[in-house]
């Protein structure tokens, strides 16, 4: 097994959060898992490597197809972005610049190599940066793909992706992209931004989810600079790499769906590696000094009033990188997953606060991208509809912000009953700023603790 590396002991707490009573003949289990990452403080935790060496590694992919430059600004604001990112570089961190078009161009250092980070290379890299021109079209594959040969060269065990365009994948075919995709999967995260209003959604917030990134809009491109600042300062306070959410399910149990539903939505029931025995492996990217919330589901075998049962454990690992599935993992923290069947009806039918508040999360993410998809078709009605359940529930939930940015494409009536008019003339910008952002979510406000179990509430 290899060695690991810390400057310092983090502490990773796993609180889980269900009602584990079941009617009789019940089988599904539901359970929202809070992880939460504290005290980092400049932990590097992954395979041993020269003392000298690198913790991260970052490439930042700049689109500098011929569109760009209508109007100007986008790629002055481009070229303005990158420089303010290779600023926020800490020292010692391995990076590069690449230029995309229809094809990927190393712009600093060159020569299939990464740049250690100081005075001199930042200084360069900017430098370097001045001579950029948009021209050509757009193949983010070919970007992307660049960008996993540069980071698989370097021993970082943190490696990090930043992504910017303005336009459409114009210039390869949906199965090139989605293969460079799978490609990149699991051997860099990747946050992606959207400049102007001529991008597609799908496609960037796609590359987002892919590699367990963020993804936004910057609808004016004097906004890119703070934009990458903010996003280059987040990937920085990165500080472990490649952590799985281990699940482990009795004999005759499954598992429904594994989806992280805090700070985004984020389905990865589809991403799991099989960890035998009776465990799978879902990708969490990396982390700093943060907290994410996780909803499991489970199916288990219907059993008989009075019966109780482990119905799951979640834990939090890191797996040996190059080894196959399966190795001896560093376990970060871990928590239960109970069912108990009881014929208190009392008991049995109440539901968890904290799994109600996500199921309706997810809901309003969903209600928002179905509303936008009707109102593009000229479905008025639909789109009513959805968009009016949408507001409801931002509404139940507290979610302000998805609420702000709704009411820019309805006027609402009655938030509570979700009673909404389509708002005519509405910006593309408002319209792909509500589509981009209808992932995020609020956290649910958590009642005091009344136990001292940790793992259970």
């Not at 079941?22 to 041993?48: F, K």
């Not at 959207?194 to 590699?211: M, Q």
């Not at 990217?285 to 049962?309: F, K, L, Q, T």
Request: one cysteine or more; proline letters at 5%.
């Amino acid at each position: 097994m290899a060695d690991f590396v810390t400057s310092q002991v983090p502490h990773f707490s796993i609180e889980v959060y269900q009602n584990e009573y079941l009617p009789q003949d019940a089988r599904e289990v539901n359970a929202i898992v809070t992880v939460t990452a504290t005290g980092s403080g400049g932990l590097a935790l992954g395979p041993a490597e020269p003392a000298d060496g690198p913790r991260a590694a970052v490439v930042i992919m700049v689109d500098c197809s011929g569109s760009m430059d209508y109007p100007p600004a986008k790629m002055r604001g481009a070229k303005a972005a990158t420089e303010a990112a290779v600023d926020t570089l800490r020292d010692g961190v391995a990076f590069a610049v690449v230029a995309g078009t229809h094809k990927a161009v190393e712009v600093y250092p060159g020569d299939g190599r990464l740049a250690i980070a100081d005075a001199a290379t930042r200084a360069a890299a900017k430098e370097a940066l001045r001579g950029l021109n948009a021209a050509g079209g757009t193949a983010i594959g070919t970007w992307l793909r660049l960008a996993e040969r540069l980071l698989a060269a370097s021993p970082a065990p943190i490696r990090h992706g930043v992504l910017l365009t303005d336009g459409r994948n114009e210039h390869e075919e949906p199965e090139q992209l989605r293969a460079a995709l799978d490609a990149c999967a699991g051997r860099f995260t990747c946050d992606a931004r959207g400049v102007g209003t001529d991008w597609e959604v799908a496609e960037v917030t796609g590359i987002a989810s892919a590699l367990l990134g963020t993804a936004d809009i910057v609808a004016e491109p004097e906004g890119l600079a703070a934009d990458f600042t903010a996003m280059m300062e987040t990937a920085m306070g990165k500080e472990i790499g490649d952590v799985c959410l281990r699940l482990w399910t009795p004999q005759g149990s499954e598992v429904g769906f594994v989806k992280q539903v805090a700070p985004t939505v984020e389905d990865l029931t589809g991403r799991r590696t099989e960890s035998p025995p009776r465990s799978g492996d879902y990708p969490t990217g990396s982390w700093g000094d943060e907290s994410r919330d996780y909803h499991v589901c489970v199916r288990v075998p219907a059993v008989g009033v009075g019966h109780e049962m482990l119905a799951a454990r979640v834990a939090l690992v890191i797996r040996e990188p190059a080894a196959p599935a399966g190795p001896p993992a560093t376990v970060l923290g871990q928590g239960l997953v109970r069912a108990v069947w009881t014929d208190d009806l009392a008991a049995a039918t109440a539901i968890s606060p904290q799994v109600a508040h996500y199921t309706g999360q997810a809901e309003l993410a969903q209600a928002i991208q179905e509303g936008l998809a009707s109102r593009k078709r000229g479905d008025e009605v639909g789109a009513t509809a959805k968009l009016g359940r949408a507001v409801q529930l931002a509404h139940v939930s507290g979610n302000a912000e998805t609420a702000k940015l709704l009411a820019k494409v309805v006027d609402v009536e009655d938030a509570a009953e979700g009673t909404v008019r389509l708002k005519p003339g509405v910006t593309q910008a408002d319209e792909m700023t509500l589509e981009t952002r209808s992932t995020k979510t609020v956290r649910v406000k958590k009642k005091p603790i009344e136990s001292d179990e940790s793992t259970r509430r």
